[in-house]
């Protein structure tokens, strides 16, 4: 189970012994085990450097993030079974309590490397109480973000459902998604999204589940919605393609260990 460090910083001394290792060596990419059997996040006795962040304790080892220096040469970085993999492609490899921590890593990383400077004053920024970053200047206190995006399955309530297509995802269909507006509730993002994406309308919108999703920093709401009027008409600009699929006879679906495919069995297993 992992434990969050809270308030978020670094205790003033670690526990000496075993540590959990998330170096990221590029924007997105982390040196992980990897063998045969499969990935697993590092495990190491040799203390993590001074300026790692602290993330918290997995399963009671401490987490810590941090960017190594690189060796003129990037791949000797790589070990034996040490490899740098992007973060995307150890979905459905790390178990999944290590890809959370990997996620939420990857997030804080790039979060301390863009928030140096005050977006009110641009003057320098520290780090605060928690993960905040506060201007000396002026006061001005900002935080790592969340953008919430909505993802939205949109059933008939006779067995189908509105799976759409987008330009390079071959032969692969999925839910409708998109990014909630300020001022905006995620029903209302529902709502609105099934119009502009596929001119249809929607009733009912059911949260079903999140899914916190690191590129660069979304949280997926999950929502199930019941469909109420209109022809699909797909808008060109963002899909290929959309149509009413029957639960017994569905294209190509997402992988898994994506909400929208999640989603998707759990209608599936209702119908
Ligand atoms: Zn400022």
């Given at each position: 189970m992992f434990l969050r460090a809270y308030p978020a910083g670094k205790p003033a001394v670690l526990s000496a012994g075993l540590q959990i290792h998330l170096p990221f060596v590029a924007e997105g990419e982390l040196l992980v085990y990897?063998?045969?059997?499969?990935?697993?996040?590092?495990?190491s006795e040799t203390p993590a450097p001074a300026n790692a962040l602290y993330l918290g304790d997995l399963d009671g080892v401490p987490c810590l993030a941090f960017s190594p220096a690189l060796p003129a040469d990037d791949d000797a970085v790589e070990a034996e079974n040490v490899k740098r993999l992007g973060l995307r492609s150890l979905f459905g490899h790390l178990p999944d309590e290590e890809i959370t921590?990997?996620?939420?890593?990857?997030?804080?990383?790039?979060?301390?490397?863009?928030?140096?400077?005050?977006?009110?004053c641009g003057g320098p920024t520290h780090n605060d109480d928690g993960w905040n970053q506060k201007c000396a200047a002026c006061g001005f206190s900002h935080y790592p973000p969340a953008t919430p995006a909505v993802l939205i399955l949109v059933h008939d309530g006779a067995g189908n459902i509105l799976l759409a297509q987008k330009e390079g995802?071959?032969?692969?269909?999925?839910?409708?998604?998109?990014f909630v507006e300020p001022g905006e509730s995620l029903e209302d993002c529902c709502r609105r999204e099934t119009v502009e994406e596929v001119q249809v309308t929607v009733g009912e919108c059911t949260y079903d589940g999140s899914q916190t999703w690191p590129f660069p920093h979304q949280l997926m709401v999950g929502f199930i919605c019941c469909y109420e009027s209109g022809e699909i008409v797909p808008d060109p600009t963002e899909l290929s393609h959309a149509a009413w699929f029957h639960h017994t006879n569905l294209p190509e679906l997402p992988p898994p260990y994506a909400l929208s495919r999640q989603l998707i069995d759990r209608w599936i297993a209702q119908q």
């Amino acid at each position: 189970m992992f434990l969050r460090a809270y308030p978020a910083g670094k205790p003033a001394v670690l526990s000496a012994g075993l540590q959990i290792h998330l170096p990221f060596v590029a924007e997105g990419e982390l040196l992980v085990y990897h063998d045969r059997h499969g990935a697993h996040l590092l495990r190491s006795e040799t203390p993590a450097p001074a300026n790692a962040l602290y993330l918290g304790d997995l399963d009671g080892v401490p987490c810590l993030a941090f960017s190594p220096a690189l060796p003129a040469d990037d791949d000797a970085v790589e070990a034996e079974n040490v490899k740098r993999l992007g973060l995307r492609s150890l979905f459905g490899h790390l178990p999944d309590e290590e890809i959370t921590v990997a996620g939420y890593a990857s997030q804080l990383i790039r979060w301390h490397k863009n928030a140096r400077f005050c977006p009110a004053c641009g003057g320098p920024t520290h780090n605060d109480d928690g993960w905040n970053q506060k201007c000396a200047a002026c006061g001005f206190s900002h935080y790592p973000p969340a953008t919430p995006a909505v993802l939205i399955l949109v059933h008939d309530g006779a067995g189908n459902i509105l799976l759409a297509q987008k330009e390079g995802w071959g032969k692969r269909y999925s839910i409708l998604a998109g990014f909630v507006e300020p001022g905006e509730s995620l029903e209302d993002c529902c709502r609105r999204e099934t119009v502009e994406e596929v001119q249809v309308t929607v009733g009912e919108c059911t949260y079903d589940g999140s899914q916190t999703w690191p590129f660069p920093h979304q949280l997926m709401v999950g929502f199930i919605c019941c469909y109420e009027s209109g022809e699909i008409v797909p808008d060109p600009t963002e899909l290929s393609h959309a149509a009413w699929f029957h639960h017994t006879n569905l294209p190509e679906l997402p992988p898994p260990y994506a909400l929208s495919r999640q989603l998707i069995d759990r209608w599936i297993a209702q119908q």
